[in-house]
């Protein structure tokens, strides 16, 4: 799956989940600060993205992931 492609799947995943307009994400995305993400908003997301694209991310890296931009990088790196 191209980077482009997992982008465009969380992208999809972050409208449904926040409620926000789809054209409205980019990679500079902050889940805290532009979404206005809980630490329990980002767990449920990384639930999702883990059934998504099939692969498990542990916690020290989900903790990582702040932006639409390295959640597609981590993704996209990991992927089977």
Do not use: C, N, R
């Amino acid at each position: 799956m191209t980077e482009q492609a997992v982008f465009d799947k969380i992208k999809a995943l972050i409208a449904d989940k926040f409620e926000v307009d789809a054209s409205t994400i980019t990679k500079e995305t902050s889940f805290t600060k532009d979404l206005d993400a809980d630490s329990i908003d980002l767990v449920e997301f990384v639930l999702e993205l883990e059934d998504e694209f099939g692969s498990e991310i542990p916690d020290d890296d989900a903790e990582k992931i702040t932006t639409v931009g390295e959640a597609v990088s981590y993704i996209s790196s990991h992927q089977g």
